[in-house]
């Protein structure tokens, strides 16, 4: 069973608050006349972005595209997402396909391709990797879980336990100097889990969560595995099962309901391991960051991870040509 909100507490999901209603009520809400983002200016699309990560879309699809296809307040804002990062980082944080009505059937069905067609030598650290740790696995499910788990799990997040080292957001590094940095934000921790997903032969992409504080985000993954697209998150080394550990998309993740339920389930249990990591398996600088992050995800729970989860979109990486 789905365990409900503790007696005598809210429910964020069956409130008028719910993340996915809301979400439907503010693509309609704004302006008569939406503000329409030149998605070519170089903010949005910088210079300095490799030619073989951008993408022509369908025109059916351009609507909804960046800043284009969020919904109010978020197109309103005149600036572009992640003008702190470079290249290939900035291209992807302004030219995601916003996970909406109209886009539900094109990103589940059509967006990615679903043979990758990666050429042996071309990421040969990666394939070194994932010679190593999907030995013995059987379904690729399996293997991508070891990428994640064993993999990807090589790069560490600056502020994310277990830490990495402190590293600028703007390198914008390509994939084999990434890896090698051993550290990553985000972002760059789902670059790598796609990647070694594609060269096991794995279609992989980038998943953009947009969370209900209308502020904050996070980038993580999904990887196509045993006939379904997964979500994977690629900082915190988890993926998302359901009751019966089939494991769930993104668009089962923000559904407003069972989906969304078990994605708050499965944060909140990896939450729980990583309260048990020692101080110096955390490894902030300082004993009070420390005793001040185990104080804000012990006081989180299913229902309160679960409500974070607003809205997401959707972005390929494709191979280096």
Not at 7 to 13: I, K, M, S
Not at 25 to 34: D, H, I, R, V
Not at 89 to 100: G, K, M, P, T
Request: hydrophobic share 35%; charged share 25%.
């Amino acid at each position: 069973m789905i365990p409900p909100a503790p007696a005598g507490t809210a429910d964020p999901l069956t409130s008028p608050q719910n993340p996915r209603l809301r979400f439907l009520s503010n693509l309609a809400a704004g302006p008569e006349t939406p503000r329409v983002h030149d998605l070519n200016h170089p903010d949005f699309d910088p210079p300095d972005c490799p030619a073989w990560a951008k993408e022509t879309l369908p025109d059916s699809m351009t609507p909804y595209r960046g800043r284009n296809g969020q919904p109010h307040p978020y197109r309103e804002r005149t600036f572009a997402l992640a003008m702190t990062v470079k290249g290939v980082d900035r291209y992807q944080a302004n030219h995601f396909i916003v996970f909406r009505p109209e886009t539900e059937s094109f990103l589940y069905r059509d967006y990615t391709p679903l043979q990758v067609g990666c050429r042996a030598g071309l990421l040969p650290a990666y394939e070194e990797i994932a010679r190593e740790v999907i030995a013995g696995c059987l379904s690729d499910s399996e293997k991508a879980v070891a990428l994640l788990k064993r993999g990807a799990s090589r790069v560490k997040h600056p502020d994310g336990p277990p830490c990495g080292e402190w590293v600028e957001g703007d390198r914008n590094l390509d994939d084999e100097a990434l890896l090698a940095s051993g550290c990553g934000w985000c972002n760059e921790q789902a670059r790598v889990f796609i990647r070694l997903c594609q060269v096991c032969g794995i279609p992989a992409r980038m998943i953009l969560l947009f969370y209900s504080d209308e502020k904050s985000g996070h980038s993580i993954a999904e990887f196509y595995a045993d006939g379904r697209w997964c979500m994977a998150d690629a900082t915190w080394f988890c993926v998302f099962p359901d009751e019966s550990g089939r494991l769930l998309s993104a668009s089962e993740c923000h559904d407003g309901g069972p989906g969304q339920r078990m994605c708050g389930i499965a944060y909140a249990s990896r939450w729980k391991e990583l309260l048990e990591l020692t101080e110096e398996e955390v490894n902030f600088k300082t004993p009070e960051k420390t005793a001040e992050w185990r104080k804000a995800i012990a006081g989180e729970t299913p229902e309160s991870l679960a409500a974070k989860h607003y809205y997401f979109a959707v972005i390929n990486y494709p191979l280096p040509r």
